[in-house]
T-cell receptor, first 119, second 115 residues
Framework: GAVVSQHPSRVICKSGTSVKIECRSL??????MFWYRQFPKQSLMLMAT?????????EQGVEKDKFLINHASLTLSTLTVTSAHPEDSSFYIC???????????????FGQGTRLTVV | AQSVAQPEDQVNVAEGNPLTVKCTYS??????LFWYVQYPNRGLQFLLK??????LVKGSYGFEAEFNKSQTSFHLKKPSALVSDSALYFC?????????????FGKGTHLIIQP
């Protein structure tokens, strides 16, 4: 199956600093990538949808200035949590969608997630 | 707006017994349905999907799911559970088969297989 690599897997940062999370599709091109947030013992909540070369579309209630998304190439999307605060601590997961004609069985593939802890 | 309900927080099954993890959905339009499995501090692994065609879908690791349009359900099943099946299972739905939209997930069901 296709591989989506997310880095870092864990990060601890001080309150007020910014953290960048990378999401790479290693063996396929992804015109669309998605960022989710998962709170403990809860489901994944879609934060934003990013398309290569264009601005991300944010879900209602997600601050676009707080969560900066860049999708500069067909294999890389980044999420930057700016001026992080303890309430931003969470598990962030990206997913990448292969092109329809690429023949992959899944609709989307997920990264392994990033555990962000803001202290 | 679309939604997914997984009515059970936890399902306990003895090893070797059949298992069922329930999922119902609500969408306007034709649903695209998915099951994913998550192990602790890991991303999601794809199990299976229903887009169109046969209502019974077979997926990875011996799992299968049946799409029931009248009951708006997509329950996950396996004939004989393994201890290694213990994990968190998510049902998800999209109304965009073209992939323009992200997935809407249920809250997840912890599956515990007892030896």
């Amino acid at each position: 199956g296709a591989v989506v690599s997310q880095h870092p897997s864990r990060v601890i940062c001080k309150s007020g600093t910014s953290v960048k999370i990378e999401c790479r599709s290693l063996d396929f091109q992804a015109t669309t990538m998605f960022w989710y947030r998962q709170f403990p013992k809860q489901s994944l909540m879609l934060m934003a949808t990013s398309n290569e070369g264009s601005k991300a579309t944010y879900e209602q209630g997600v601050e676009k200035d707080k969560f900066l998304i860049n999708h500069a190439s067909l294999t890389l999307s980044t999420l930057t949590v700016t001026s992080a605060h303890p309430e931003d601590s969470s598990f962030y997961i990206c997913s990448a969608r292969p092109l329809l004609e690429s023949g992959f069985s899944s609709w989307a593939f997920f990264g392994q997630g990033t555990r962000l802890t803001v202290v | 707006a679309q939604s997914v309900a997984q009515p059970e927080d936890q399902v306990n099954v003895a090893e070797g017994n059949p298992l069922t993890v329930k999922c119902t959905y609500s969408v306007s339009g034709n649903p695209y349905l998915f099951w994913y499995v998550q192990y602790p501090n890991r991303g999601l692994q794809f199990l299976l999907k229903y887009i169109t065609g046969d209502n019974l879908v077979k997926g990875s690791y011996g799992f299968e799911a049946e799409f029931n349009k009248s009951q708006t359900s997509f329950h996950l099943k396996k004939p004989s559970a393994l201890v290694s099946d213990s994990a968190l299972y998510f049902c998800a739905v999209s109304v965009s088969g073209g992939g323009a939209d992200g997935l809407t997930f249920g809250k997840g069901t912890h599956l515990i297989i007892q030896p």
